[in-house]
């Protein structure tokens, strides 16, 4: 069983520019979350989505920022005109609909806007 | 407000040497759950234990084991006969009530010495 993936695993922007990340979770869990961690700090949630559905969204997410669940299987976070403060590193997890609690996270996507 | 405080930035511990990691919590709700991850230096989040509110027993994953005092509001980490592969960032987090969205700590960076 494959983990979580995300994709690309780093990328360099100039200021202004949209991004976009892709994450594919494990094939049988329905719950898929984004965080952004940036250096020496814990990671900060910002959207959860349970199959297609976004359900909680954090309020310290700019409108810049907007995420997709397309059909309940791969996700996208975009981010509208970046800025310097965007970099970090974007992680995406997932986890089952019964079973236990804990999220499986992928790689993460680095950001850096220059 | 949850929050999550973790008042070790770092610690350095001989090899094969039990280590504790401090981990305390703020929540009002009465049904909650506790997570430790471990973050290498390659940056993916590792999934390592989780403690149910309501679970009587501390919960154990090989070498790792929680020691959950709930009135004390303290989840800390307990590694025991540390490894060098153990060195990496571990962070506490806490997912509270109906929320899925996990709060976390700044994490300790644990570094094990030969």
């Known amino acids: 069983d494959t983990g979580v993936s995300q994709d690309p695993r780093h990328k360099i922007t100039k200021r202004g520019q949209n991004v976009t990340f892709r994450c594919d979770p494990i094939?049988?869990?329905?719950?898929l979350y984004w965080y952004r961690q940036t250096l020496g700090q814990g990671p900060e949630f910002l959207t959860y989505?349970?199959?297609?559905?976004?359900?909680?969204k954090s309020r310290l997410l700019s409108d810049r920022f907007s995420a997709e669940r397309p059909k309940g299987s791969f996700s996208t976070l975009e981010i509208q005109r970046t800025e310097q403060g965007d970099s970090a590193m974007y992680l995406c997890?997932?986890?089952?609909?019964?079973?236990?609690?804990?999220?499986?996270f992928g790689p993460g996507t680095r950001l850096t806007v220059t | 407000a949850q929050k999550i405080t973790q008042t070790q930035p770092g610690m350095f511990v001989q090899e094969k040497e039990a280590v504790t990691l401090d981990c305390t919590y703020d929540?009002?709700?009465?049904?909650?759950?506790l997570f430790w991850y471990k973050q290498p230096s390659s940056g993916e989040m590792i999934f390592l234990i989780y403690q149910g509110s309501y679970d009587e027993q501390n919960a154990t994953e090989g070498r790792y084991s929680l020691n959950f005092q709930k009135a004390r509001k303290s989840a800390n980490l307990v590694i025991s006969a540390s490894q060098l592969g153990d060195s990496a960032m571990y962070f506490c987090?806490?997912?509270?009530?109906?929320?899925?969205?996990?709060?976390w700590g700044a994490g300790t960076k644990l570094i094990i010495k030969p």
């Open positions: 989505f349970q199959n297609e559905a976004q359900l909680e």
């Open positions: 094939s049988e869990h329905n719950r």
């Open positions: 987090a806490m997912r509270g009530g109906s929320n899925y969205q996990l709060i």
């Open positions: 929540t009002s709700d009465q049904s909650y759950g």
């Open positions: 997890a997932s986890s089952p609909a019964a079973g236990g609690y804990e999220q499986y």
